[in-house]
């Protein structure tokens, strides 16, 4: 779960913060893994400051086959007309092939929000962590299609079973 503590992230649409959504959708999402026998470290379980490379650090030591970073956006004018999906992966074959397939595994479960695709990018976490990496957004908090259905536990419930699902296919070998 990105952020947390004083560092709130992205506020959205009546104050939604993106550390509480975040938290919430990481914390489902673990347990689903953990309900198909994946063990599953997190760099949070409550609303914390955690600065980015003791989470780097965590998952390297661990020996994680594979770190998920899960964030919602924001438009810095709260734009709400942009909405959309993105995942961000920094280098390499694996990295791409689990970005993709958890990207791919959201848009199911979001429909009328665009895809914004899998991307590069060089976020510090996934950047300086040693196993495939991958930065989520999972919607943006500011837009009017993402921004309502972020604030509701049944959605959030949608967005945690496709990463899990997304990290599950990546794990098995799905491409
Ligand atoms: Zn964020």
Redesign the pocket.
Known sequence: P??GGPDP??IGIKGLR?TDVVLDISLKVAQLLRSKGVRVSLTRKIDVDLDLPPRVTLANKVGANAFVSI??NATRTSRRDVNGIETFYFSGPRGLRLARNIQRELLRVTPKTSDRGVRRSRFFVIRRTTMPAVLVETGFITGKIDGPRLSTSSYRDKISFAIAKGILNYLRGKS
């Open positions: 990105g952020h992230g992205a993106e964030h919602a």
